[in-house]
């Protein structure tokens, strides 16, 4: 990749970590008018659905066929489930531990899940064997985890 092309991609994955930690603080402000961290959550995913419909609608290219979607593993279905579960989460945690705390932790079970992933190539991964580097990375995580909850 090009050094623009990685500035691009890095500025792009910042501003979804923005939305991500916004989105956090949004939907747990959003529970205190619906009265249920789950009710906040199928409201999100219902506007973010809303808008993805649009985005397909206007797009030009091809579409799947039922026979196709019906061809997929039955386990590839479950990445909306793991969201559900994910924003239900945050939504719940939200207040109690605070923004940077909310994030670190879930940061945190990122990177552990990322380790074993990548070591194994699992769900299409490139293999990435685990080393001292990148455990040693996962510890500073997990020390500014320590940090941040303590002070």
């Known amino acids: 990749m090009k050094g623009l092309e990685i500035s691009t ?6 501003a979804g970590g923005v939305a991500l930690a916004s989105q956090a603080g ?3 402000q959003l529970r205190q008018y619906v009265h249920s961290p789950y009710q906040a959550a199928f409201f999100s995913f219902l506007v973010g659905t809303l808008i993805l419909g649009v985005v397909v609608l206007m797009q030009t290219g091809a579409r ?18 793991l969201g559900a579960f994910g924003v239900s989460v945050a939504i719940i945690l939200a207040p109690r531990l605070g923004a940077v705390n909310l994030t670190i932790v879930i940061v945190c079970g990122q990177l552990l899940a990322a380790l074993v992933l990548d070591h194994f ?7 990435h064997a685990i080393n001292w580097q990148r ?11 320590v940090l941040t909850m303590k002070y």
Do not use: C, D
């Open 135 to 145: 455990i040693s990375g996962v510890i500073l995580v997990i020390a500014g985890l």
């Open 26 to 28: 949004i939907n747990a």
């Open 121 to 127: 190539g699992w769900l299409g991964f490139e293999k």
């Open 64 to 81: 799947p066929q039922l026979q196709e979607l019906t061809a997929v593993p039955y386990w590839l279905w479950i990445g909306g489930l």
């Open 9 to 14: 991609l890095l500025m792009l994955g910042l």
